[in-house]
């Protein structure tokens, strides 16, 4: 009866965020930093690997989210390069729940016509992950609806070092002696390239900082740090970062409005 009655009260919890929501001013592109999953198992005295497959179903809930509010771009933190000096229990927990993942959730990504893409070094991940990858990336490259860009052995510094030699091997490859680099050129050559930078970047667990995340996309996100842990970022929870980033005044080095006013 308890639970009943909290699942309802949940529920109404979220219909009543969505319902604040201003549908004409969502973000494009919700990058998140899927942070804290230790520390939610280690809470309950749980291992750590507990915490991520807890992960899991807040993942699946931010997809399912996003898609049906008609978010065009959702990018998630799965495993950055740095995470390799974890011990190798653990990485190989996470690559196999990786390999679960994809698996058991495909035919729902593809079903909802979201275009899944991974973004990081994939060649230096273990073949069978690759696999998966390839066959999750290839089969859902024709659909139109979101695109979900994962992130796995990712880092932000490697991929401006990749986009440089790519620009690189371009120069060299057609002789262009007296080519320059600009912004665009740059941002096309990353791992990213084709996706809007992100409007809204989140992270959960309370760490203000970025952890080598895109670090060029980033420059005007609005950030949104939260002390949930990731097992815990319910949908109400996602709706009250939207909420938060629909309050916020996005100037770009400019003036506010009413400045605007003030000035003239
Ligand atoms: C985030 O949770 C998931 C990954 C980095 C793979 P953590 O594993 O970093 O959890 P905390 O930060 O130790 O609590
Ligand atoms: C960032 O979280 C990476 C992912 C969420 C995949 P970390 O837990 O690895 O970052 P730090 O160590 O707190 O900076
Ligand atoms: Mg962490």
């Known amino acids: 009866m308890k639970v009943h009655e909290s699942l309802k009260s949940s529920d109404l919890e979220e219909e009543r965020l969505l319902l604040e929501l201003d549908a ?5 592109h919700i990058a998140v930093i899927m942070d804290g999953n230790g520390r939610w198992a280690q809470r309950r005295h749980l291992p ?28 998630l933190y799965a495993f950055s390069m740095e995470n390799w000096c974890r011990p190798k229990a653990e990485i190989d927990f996470l690559m196999r729940l990786l390999r679960g993942y994809l698996r058991k959730e495909l035919p729902t990504i593809h079903r909802n016509n979201i275009r899944m893409l991974v973004i990081g070094r994939t060649d230096q991940l273990p073949d069978e992950v690759r696999a998966d990858i390839d066959r999750a990336t290839e089969q859902t490259a024709g659909n139109t609806g ?3 860009a994962v992130a796995l052995n990712y880092g932000g510094r490697a991929e401006l070092v990749d986009a440089f030699n790519r620009i690189l091997d371009r120069v060299r490859n057609n002789g262009l002696a007296n080519a320059r680099v600009d912004e ?10 084709g996706l809007p ?18 670090l060029w ?30 309050k916020r005044e996005r100037r770009y080095g400019g003036l506010a409005q009413e400045r605007h006013r003030v000035m003239a």
């Not at 004409?24 to 494009?28: G, K, Y």
């Not at 970047?201 to 080598?212: A, K, P």
């Open 197 to 214: 930078d992100p409007d809204l970047l989140i992270r959960t667990s309370g760490e203000m900082r970025v952890s080598n995340f895109l």
């Open 146 to 148: 979101m695109n979900l």
């Open 24 to 28: 004409d001013r969502l973000p494009q």
């Open 184 to 193: 665009e050129m740059i941002s096309r050559n990353l791992y990213t390239a």
């Open 48 to 75: 750590r690997v507990v915490g991520h497959r807890a992960g899991v179903q807040s993942a699946r809930t931010a997809i399912e989210t996003c898609a049906s509010l008609g978010i065009s771009n959702l990018t």
């Open 217 to 246: 996309q980033i420059a005007y996100a609005e950030i949104y740090v939260t002390e949930t842990l990731w097992p815990d970022f319910s949908r109400a929870k996602l709706y009250e970062a939207l909420l938060d980033f629909q």
